[in-house]
């Protein structure tokens, strides 16, 4: 069964930075998509970035520039650094996966921003 578990939140003061690995299972060649998800009270669960099959990456607007998605096939671990951290970047921050179809989530970490 495919497995991902993130790590890497907490909290930090604005301008600072973050990095958040996600450990996956199996082979990551294997997933059409891999990325991160958001959600933050009472708003909606939004796509941050991803990778797809291809190998090209799609941001959010709103990180463009100061997040970046990377990933290491060999350890099977995907990697959003996040730079100059904005208040706005407050959230629940999740690992996905998508395998022909089929979604995966990781559990979630917090990332607070906040000085």
């Known amino acids: 069964q495919v497995q991902l578990v993130e790590s890497g939140g907490g909290l930090v003061q604005p301008g600072g930075s973050l990095r958040l690995p996600c450990a996956a299972s199996g082979t990551i060649a294997s997933f059409n998509v891999m990325g991160w998800y958001r959600q933050s009270p009472g708003k909606e669960r939004e796509m941050v970035a991803r990778?797809?099959?291809?190998?090209?990456?799609m941001y959010d607007d709103s990180v463009k520039g100061r997040f970046t998605i990377s990933r290491d096939s060999g350890k099977n671990t995907v990697s959003l650094q996040m730079n100059s951290l904005k208040a706005e970047d407050t959230a629940n921050y999740y690992c996905?996966?998508?395998?022909?179809?089929?979604?995966?989530w990781g559990q979630g970490t917090q990332v607070s921003v906040s000085s």
């Open positions: 990778f797809l099959w291809d190998g090209r990456t």
């Open positions: 996905y996966a998508n395998s022909f179809g089929t979604p995966y």
